[in-house]
């Protein structure tokens, strides 16, 4: 893989990232006020069951439905890491009405609530640190293993009494200047939290994790960023002043500011339309299907128009590892959690069988999150299993359809109204003034609502107007765009003028 080219915007409260590398879209993600990622958050909970039996809690932490606690959570994931050893307890020592501190690690799935620990975690650039857990690790991607043994070394020295601390992959590139402030930092900050614990009720948050841009810049290893660019000022002047307050090198961040819709403008746009789409397109013209089910997902590989140039067998291990690589690709971009079962051609050789479990194993090792590969089954099945870290990409952007009883998706207005932005920029950005917009009545009454949209099209484009056609008889998504340049084009009598 090249160097990465990473892009921020954030518009109609809304903010969004995506990476490339080699021209291909490697990392997405999406995230609305309206749908906040709780993971991290640390909030002060009661206990309202304690179940024996399972070693496990129901806490009430002021969301939807109780969040589960079980005495498995509460220690780091030593596959992940090399460190010391922790004693385990048996048991949780928890009664009901026990007012305790807790952390989001899962997100609420279907009807089932979030799941917490105990264990809290202050996730740094350099470190991971843990107030009330005495292990010291290292990440596994820090492979040079006297580097390894003198970084445990100095992470033990460091900690007191019970306080444990992780050594993050980006530590080596750390003075040790970097290294203190920020383990200072996060001393300061749970001191604070405990002396809020003890002020506020039950359900208050007492943390949460930072922005999208601060999160990806955080876990980023950024000389192997080759540019940034942002589409939104008020993004680039925060992460402009993140970087000068840290010292951190970044090659080059540009402000993207051309009144138009950076991933459209730059064609990223089709690539992540592609997230929702079930089907897969491989280079060599296989394509591979993705199908989420409530257990599981299920990947289907197919050697669609490509039937080579070799041997049946040569054909066939050629294009399952294309699929292999394109899977680790698709799993890390949807944000695929679970367990996924990849149905790959049929192969006779034991050895191509093996190298490509390995190529699967290869590729995925440049996910951030833990995957655990299985050997491919008789049926030439493959399984394996990804730590889920929040909701997946396609849930994010569909919902159910009312239009078919369920059985298919449509998209959320919001994401409906980013294509209606993205189209309109680049209408008034080709010197029209006048554009209607006839759209779904219901898209549209929110559409009017989302006064930072207007603003930002006003602010762009003072001398143009923009009509809203609302249509009780159009589909949720489905909207055209009509413009001239010319000054006798109809202003419409029945429109809302957008401003």
Same mark, same amino acid.
């Given at each position: ?16 990232? @995506? ?5 291909? =879209?490697?990392?997405?993600? /999406? ?46 994931? &030593? ?40 264990? *809290? ?12 857990? !005495? ?5 596994? +991607? ?15 020295? &460091? ?11 980006? @530590? ?10 920020? $383990?200072?930092? %996060?001393?300061? =900050? ?5 002396? &809020? ?8 948050? =007492? %943390?949460?994790?930072? !922005?999208?841009?601060? #999160? ?19 993004? %680039? ?13 970044? #090659? ?22 592609? $997230? ?18 409530? @257990? $599981? ?14 041997? =049946? ?9 294309? @699929?292999? #690589? ?6 890390? *971009? ?29 590729? *995925? ?12 089954? +008789?049926?030439? *099945? ?8 929040? !909701? ?68 762009? /484009? ?11 008889? /159009? ?25």
């Amino acid at each position: 893989m090249g160097k990465k080219t990473l892009y921020f915007d954030s518009f109609c409260g809304m903010e969004s990232y @995506a990476a490339v590398e080699d021209g291909k =879209l490697t990392e997405f993600n /999406y995230e609305s006020r309206h749908r906040v990622n709780i993971i991290g958050n640390i909030y002060k909970g009661r206990v309202t069951d304690v179940l024996n039996g399972m070693q496990a809690a129901f806490v009430n932490c002021g969301l939807e439905r109780n969040c589960y606690l079980s005495v498995e959570d509460l220690f780091p994931d &030593k596959n992940k890491y090399d460190g010391s050893e922790v004693d385990i307890p048996a048991e949780l020592n928890l009664k009901v009405g026990d007012e305790i501190l807790v952390q989001v690690v899962k997100a609420p799935v279907g009807k089932k609530g979030a799941k917490v620990t105990t264990a *809290l975690s202050f996730v740094g650039k350099y470190l991971i640190y843990m107030p009330n857990t !005495p292990f010291i690790g290292v990440s596994r +991607k820090i492979h040079d293993a006297e580097l390894r043994k003198t970084l445990m070394f100095s992470a033990t020295r &460091k900690c007191r009494g019970s306080e444990g601390m992780i050594v993050r992959t980006a @530590a080596p590139y750390a003075n040790r200047k970097q290294a203190d402030a920020e $383990l200072d930092y %996060y001393r300061r =900050l749970y001191r604070a939290m405990l002396d &809020k614990f003890k002020k506020v009720p039950v359900g208050e948050i =007492l %943390y949460t994790d930072y !922005p999208l841009f601060m #999160r990806v810049m955080r876990d980023t290893l950024l000389f192997d960023v080759e540019k940034i660019y942002v589409g939104n000022s008020a993004v %680039y002047e925060r992460m402009t002043d993140l970087i000068k307050a840290t010292a951190t090198k970044v #090659r080059g961040v540009e402000l993207y500011d051309k009144g138009t819709d950076m991933f459209y403008d730059l064609g990223l746009t089709p690539q992540i339309l592609e $997230l929702v789409s079930p089907r897969v397109e491989l280079e060599n013209g296989a394509y591979l299907i993705i199908e989420k089910t409530e @257990a $599981l997902t299920v990947i289907d590989v197919n050697t669609g128009r490509f039937t080579g140039d070799d041997s =049946l067998e040569h054909t066939v291990y050629y294009t399952n590892i294309l @699929a292999a #690589r394109e899977i680790a690709r698709q799993v890390r *971009l949807r944000n695929i959690g679970g367990i996924v079962v990849v149905d790959f051609i049929d192969m006779d050789d034991d050895k191509h069988r093996a190298a490509l479990v390995e190529e699967l194993e290869r590729a *995925l090792e440049n996910d951030k999150t833990k995957c655990n590969v299985l050997p491919m089954s +008789k049926f030439g *099945l493959v399984e394996f299993a990804r730590k889920r870290t929040g !909701p997946s990409v396609t849930s994010q952007f569909v919902r159910p359809c009312r239009y078919c009883g369920g059985s298919g998706a449509a998209f959320v207005p919001e994401f409906t109204i980013l294509k209606i932005r993205a189209h309109l920029l680049d209408l008034l950005s080709k010197g029209n003034r006048v554009v209607c917009i006839d759209m779904n009545a219901a898209i549209a009454d929110k559409l009017v609502t989302w006064r930072e949209l207007v603003d930002e099209v006003q602010e762009r /484009y003072p001398l143009a107007r923009v009509y809203i056609i609302p249509h009780r008889t /159009y589909h949720d998504d489905h909207f055209t765009l009509r413009s001239d340049l010319s000054p006798t084009f109809p202003i419409p009598q029945d429109g809302i003028q957008l401003y």
